[in-house]
Nanobody, 125 residues
Framework: QVQLVESGGGLVQAGGSLRLSCGAS????????MGWFRQSPGKEREFIAA????????YYADFVKGRFTISRDNAKKTVYLQMNGLKPEDTAVYYC??????????????????WGQGTQVTVSS
């Protein structure tokens, strides 16, 4: 059994920052690709960022480039999403996900095998 638990969400003013964390437990593997997605009411869950097992490769959606940074600490079994310059349109439930390699399409939800329960991020204007 694998569990992913997100934390760090909350209410922040536009222009502010938040750091999300996702802790993994159970039968985890440091070779997994980890990703962050988000979903707003009435919208599809969308890809934000992904990172390979070593952290040497990262991939971002265009709308977060330069604002968000994904990182991981395999010793702590934790992946992070540092979010700066937050905008009201960033308001959503944020999910972390784990993909068992090989991963061919890092931005595709279908590639990810395990999901967390999500953490709410609300950005006020």
């Amino acid at each position: 059994q694998v569990q992913l638990v997100e934390s760090g969400g909350g209410l922040v003013q536009a222009g502010g920052s938040l750091r999300l964390s996702c802790g993994a437990s159970g039968r985890t593997c440091s070779s997994w690709t980890m990703g962050w997605f988000r979903q707003s009411p009435g919208k599809e869950r969308e890809f934000i960022a992904a990172i390979n097992w070593s952290g040497s490769n990262t991939y971002y959606a265009d709308f977060v480039k330069g604002r968000f940074t994904i990182s991981r600490d395999n010793a702590k079994k934790t992946v992070y999403l540092q979010m700066n310059g937050l905008k009201p349109e960033d308001t959503a439930v944020y999910y972390c996900a784990a993909a068992i390699p090989p991963v061919t399409a890092w931005g595709s939800k279908a590639e990810y095998d395990y999901w967390g329960q999500g953490t709410q991020v609300t950005v006020s204007s």
